[in-house]
Every structure is written in C-alpha cells, then in structure tokens.
C-alpha cells in the first residue's frame, strides 16, 4: 500500500465542467490517459492561481471519480471546497480554462478480495472518494452502507448517482437541517452492528477520523481512512504533511501523507498525539 | 556553440542548475518526473549523524509568494543514508553534492570521516545555517568563530579534494564577514541563502502557525536578499565559486543571481510547486543567456558587477 505513485504524471488538463453544488463545486477535467491510472483514495495537485500568482504552492484534492474514455481520453472529477485564496481561484475558472495538474497521487484504499460487507463514512467533502469507491467494492459483491455527516446540509455532498451505488444511506448533520441531529459517530455503533460490518472506510477531517477509529478499535473492525493534512507539494519532497505511523516492525516513523497515505491502516496512526512526535518516534531526541 | 558548463571548486558539471537541498526528497521522488542527469547536480536533504523526526506538525505555512517551513532536519541519518539513498543516485548517473548538518563540532569531523571515501560525490554541502533548530546558538553561521570551527573540522577530516561548499544564512550583520572566515577555514565555495527566519501568526487561534513558532521563509519573496547577498559577497571574494539559492522560479530569476556572482543555481520551493520546474528554468535560463548575447555560462557570472567604461 506503501510508496511513490508511480503511476503520477503531470499534464495540463482542460476545465470540461465547473458546477456549484450546495456549498462545493464539483469540477471536470480533461486529463487524457492517466485517468485509467486513478484508484479511489488517491488524489490531485493543481497549480493555482495563473503564472505571475503569489501561491506558490499546489492545491491538493481527493478524486471524486474517473472514467478512462479510451481514445475519447479521460475524465478525472473532484469536489472542491472554496474556502482558501487557492481552491477560490480554481472554483472560479470556467469552462475551457486549462490547469496544471499532476495525479494520481498516493495511496489508494485496499480493496478485499472476498465479498464482504463495507461502511464507507465521509465527513463534509470527504464524502467525494467514497462515491467511486463503493462502485469498485459493488463490482466485487460486497455491500456497502454509507454514512455522511456535516455541519449543516449544505455542506453534505451526496449526488444521486452516487446514492445508487450502495445499499443504505444515513446522512448526520449537526444542526439538524438534514438526516440525524448529531456526529457520524452517533450512528456508527448501530449501523456497525445490525449490518455486520467487516470494514469501515473514512475520509474526512482528522477529529472525526480519530473518533470512528476508536468506534473500530472497539468493535473489532478494520479501518481504513483518508487522513487529512496540510502538504506543500503532494509528492514526497517537502516532508510537511507528515504524522505518525506505528509500521509493521512495531516503530513509530513520521510519515508523509501523501506518498505512504493519505489511504492508511487507521489502527496504525498514533491518534493521541495530537500533532507532537510521539514519544519513541523513530529519530526523536 | 553555448557553453553551459561550470564549475565549484575543482567539480566540473555539464550545466548550473542544481535542486536545493531538501527540496528533492531522496531524489526518486523527482526521478519519475524527469531523468535526474539533466541536472547539474542532485543536492540531497541535508544527513546528519543520527536519524531525526523531525518537529511536529504543522510544519508549513503558505505566505506571500513564499513559504514558511519548520521541517527540522528530518532524516535516515547519515548511515542509511549512505548504504540506500547514495548508490541509488549513483545508479541512476547524477551527478551527488551530499548537505550535512551537525549538533556540534564534532559531528560535522565525524560525517565528514564517514563521507570522505565514498564514491560518486561531486561535492559536499555544509549546512552551518538551517534556521529550523531548537538553539538559535546552534546556527554555526551566525557567529564566525562557530563558523569557522565547523568548516575547519570538516576540511581537516574529508581529506582529498572534495570540495566543501559552506552554506550561508543572511540572517546576519555582515554575511561577507562570515563568508571570509569560512573561506580562511577552507570552504571551496559558498552556498547563498539559506532561508530567512520568519513568523506567521493564525488570527484565528492568535498563536503562531507552525509548531516550531518559527520557520525558514523561501520562494520569490526572498529572491531579492538572496541576490543582494550574492553580489555582496562576490564584491568581496571575487574567486570564490558561489552556488546561488534563493526564490528562483524561471530562467530569469536564475540568471539575475547569476549576473550577481554565483557560477550555478538551486531550485527549492519553485519544485514543490512543479516537479519538473527545474528542467523548465534550464531551458530558460540557457534561452535568456543566449538571448543577453553570452556564449557561454562562466561570462555571465558577475556580470553586473562590470566597471562602467564610457566610450
């Protein structure tokens, strides 16, 4: 699961689409080849802000979906968030406008061999990874249950064809104005029970991912969650989205999110760290 | 035909654009972007004697174009380092310039022992100026006596003629008075600028932003010390080979430090915002040269330090 994206490549990539959707803007790009590339979990680096801009640095984005075209070329689509300088700027560029894109990056969420039965859990736009997931995981004959939450309705993604890949769905939103009044984590328990659930799936802010790897832990269910960290570049150099990772030796590295994640084991994250290194992190002093 | 070459100290390489160190990971981060022998030379992270963390997180901060970053130093230590990351490159024909940084005196004596018979490395970086350490007492370039001690234990322990390139800050009174000392204890050649200490303030939670409350600022907002810096110390020690570092973004940002004095370029912060920024400035920089009438690299170097002759 572990590594460079060897599959990353980096291209300028057409606007085909551009729609506002509640508080996000779902976007289209015309990628050609590297589309077939993309697997659910990994994600996008997209230079912002035109040649002469003062960012400097790329926006990185979860894929939302991709469909390889043949000679058609391909699509990759991703949710946006407007709520910085950059993802602003990409947000207001219209059809036609062309990016600098480099993708797909990072790891990408392990797919089990047996028809088993899946929880996919999205918080906010982090619900967009999980739409083209529960597609490949329906193609292997497991059952997938979703679960969305967010603060308010708005900021819930959940596009019709997306409802239709998976069997149940329970949207939570805090203030009540859709769903459940409550957190993901107030439904978990249940849902986990009453389906038998084998694998939770999570993607979003890393308060809630800690939370739902706790229900897990608890429960006995394996997780595998997108974490979220700040990144500079999306890959591997500047070693500024790093957190810690308890490896399969048993020690604790500062890894990158976006080379040996953002799709990682969630029993493996030290979650109580709460941004410090870890005691006994490998090269601590 | 343009002649692109230049050297650093006794290294020779095919063209001046270098990556800076710790902006190119290991180097395969890059490699399945471009052929990494289309540089002038990979500057790895800057080793030191043990494996380090690192500092916590955040780590980063975007600015106005620039960065801030609070990395410090992490790394494999200098031991796996020189069993996996070097004969990696050395496969794939890059040509090596090693970054160490030290602790202490006695570390910069001991990685330099442990590098000095090793086969491939064209030159050794000597970090005496990362901003990103507990102890502003533990930044060797801001005093010339500490200077001076780390440069001189790594001359009396690499032996041969690997040239040492002392890397600088700017973040002193007189970098030229720190850059003689350097060059009085040996350094072949200077590596000019280190970042720049900064802060950044969230006003949300009205604390500083990054976890170590400081960090090194970088990218096109620094360019302009990063050139003043090179053309003061070129003034001052016109022999002595300058690797130029410091915001370059595109060809003409390489060449104004290269009018300034310095005889190749590293590229940092410009790679994180595009893989493949350092084969893009390349291209520029020898189009601009050719364009500026120049046959040849080395007749830039310094060139805007020539004397008005009045016809």
């Not at chain 1, 699509?75 to 300088?85: D, K, Q, R, T």
């Not at chain 1, 679960?147 to 769905?169: E, F, N, Q």
């Not at chain 1, 957190?183 to 800690?210: A, F, H, R, W």
């Not at chain 1, 429960?219 to 308890?246: D, F, K, N, S």
Request: hydrophobic share 45%; with cysteine.
């Amino acid at each position: 699961m572990m590594g460079i994206n060897k599959n990353a490549s980096q291209v300028i990539a057409e606007i085909v689409s551009n729609k506002k959707v509640g508080a996000y803007h779902h976007m289209v790009f015309a990628v050609g080849e590297l589309a077939k590339f993309a697997k659910p979990g990994n994600f996008v680096a997209i230079a912002v802000g035109g040649e002469s801009s003062s960012m400097v640095l790329r926006r990185a984005f979860a894929i939302y979906r991709a469909f390889d075209r043949g000679t058609n070329g391909g699509l990759l689509e991703i949710v946006v968030a407007p709520h910085g300088a950059g993802s602003t700027w990409l947000t207001n560029q219209s059809v036609g406008f062309k990016v600098d894109l480099i993708a797909p990056l990072g790891t990408a969420f392990g797919i089990p061999t047996e028809p088993i039965r899946a929880l996919l859990v999205g918080g906010g736009y982090g619900s967009a990874p999980l739409f083209g997931l529960s597609e490949v995981l329906k193609n292997r004959g497991c059952r997938v249950d979703m679960v969305l939450g967010a603060s308010t309705a708005m900021k819930i993604y959940a596009p019709l064809d997306g409802k239709r890949s998976v069997s149940s769905l329970t949207i939570t939103t805090e203030d009540g104005t859709t769903g459940i009044t409550g957190k993901v984590t107030d439904v978990l328990p249940g849902i986990i029970e009453t389906n038998q659930i084998d694998i939770i799936y999570s993607c979003g802010p890393m308060g809630m991912l800690e939370a739902i790897n706790q229900i897990a832990a608890e429960l006995g269910v394996v997780h595998q969650c997108a974490v979220e960290e700040a990144m500079a570049c999306g890959i591997g150099v500047c070693m500024t989205c790093v957190l810690p990772i308890r490896g399969e030796d048993g020690e604790i590295r500062m890894l990158r999110s976006c080379i040996d994640g953002p799709v990682v084991d969630g029993s493996s994250v030290i979650w109580s760290s709460k941004r410090q290194i870890p005691e006994g992190t490998w090269g601590a002093n | 035909m343009f002649n692109f070459r230049t050297s650093l100290g006794q290294a020779e390489f095919e063209n001046p654009i270098f990556t800076a160190s710790g902006c190119a990971g290991s180097g395969k981060e890059l490699a399945q972007f471009f052929d990494l022998t289309e540089l002038g030379a990979v500057v790895t992270k800057s080793i030191m004697l043990k494996a380090r963390s690192g500092r916590a997180t955040p780590r980063m901060a975007e600015t106005p174009s620039g960065m801030l970053n609070s990395i410090g130093l992490q790394g494999p230590g200098i031991d796996l380092f020189l069993e996996k990351d070097i004969p990696w490159l050395r496969e794939q024909g890059a040509r090596i310039v090693v970054s160490i940084a030290g602790e202490s005196v006695e570390d910069y004596a001991i990685l330099a022992r442990k590098l000095r018979a090793v086969q491939g490395i064209s030159a050794l970086e000597v970090n005496i100026s990362c901003p990103n350490v507990e102890n502003r007492g533990q930044v060797f370039a801001c005093q010339p006596a500490t200077a001076r001690a780390a440069i001189e234990a790594v001359r009396r322990n690499i032996g041969g003629d690997l040239p040492i390139i002392a890397k600088l800050t700017p973040d002193v009174t007189s970098i030229v008075e720190i850059a003689e000392e350097v060059v009085a204890a040996g350094a072949d050649a200077l590596a000019l600028i280190n970042t720049v200490l900064g802060m950044v303030i969230d006003i949300n939670t009205m604390r500083p932003k990054l976890a170590g409350k400081t960090g090194g600022l970088s990218g096109p907002a620094i360019r302009p010390i990063a050139v003043r810096a090179i053309y003061q110390v070129h003034e001052a020690l016109p022999n002595v080979k300058i690797l130029g570092m410091g915001g370059v973004a595109s060809g003409r940002d390489a060449l104004e430090l290269i009018l300034a004095g310095a005889s190749a370029v590293s590229v940092g912060t410009a790679t994180f915002g595009n893989p493949t920024a350092v084969i893009k400035i390349k291209e520029e920089l020898q189009n601009e040269l050719i364009a500026h009438g120049f046959d040849s690299l080395r007749e830039a170097v310094g060139y805007a330090h020539r004397k008005e002759v009045n016809l």
